[in-house]
């Protein structure tokens, strides 16, 4: 498990790439092939637009408090398969990591739906991490917008340098 340590934690808060607006994220997708999403709410959105992610991942929360039912109605309608994982805050536990990775190895739009059973809030780095070059990962930053991360070796870095002091 790999457990975020607080003298890091600011670093987290520095975007990786881009804060878009919904707007300019479906310009953004239109030219992408595969999209990851981490979160209720972003991926909600591309649902809602009729986007389908290769995988999401999901906690059923948003901001901490419980996802309306319409958003939880519209999660729980994507995926062709459903894997459950523990994962606790500030955390990447084990099981999260490697479904994640197996998630990659298997790439089909729609096909797997990430339930979290704790918090998704580190799943980005793991998504990232793992990420081939033609996935764009998305979610969502409280009251700013959605990040959107191209996994570039560059970014790749990034993620790896938080990861390793995990």
């Not at 729980?76 to 606790?88: A, L, M, R």
Request: a negative charge; aromatic letters at 6%; proline letters at 5%.
């Amino acid at each position: 498990m790999r457990v975020l340590p607080d003298s890091i934690r600011d670093l987290l808060k520095e975007p990786i790439g881009p804060v878009v607006n919904e707007k300019k994220l479906l310009e953004i997708l239109e030219k992408r092939k595969y999209v990851v999403s981490v979160g209720d709410q972003v991926t909600y959105t591309l649902l809602e637009h009729g986007i389908e992610p290769v995988f999401c991942v999901v906690d059923f929360k948003t901001r901490r408090g419980k996802c309306s039912d319409e958003i939880v109605d519209m999660i729980k309608s994507f995926g062709k398969k459903t894997v459950i994982v523990d994962n606790p805050q500030g955390c990447i536990s084990d099981d999260l990591w490697n479904v994640i990775k197996y998630a990659y190895e298997n790439l089909e739009p729609g096909s797997l739906r990430i339930e979290v059973r704790g918090e998704e809030d580190m799943a980005s780095l793991a998504a990232i991490y793992h990420a081939p070059e033609d996935v764009t990962i998305i979610y969502g930053l409280p009251d700013k917008g959605v990040l959107v991360v191209i996994p570039t070796r560059e970014n790749k870095e990034k993620v790896k340098e938080v990861l390793d002091m995990m």
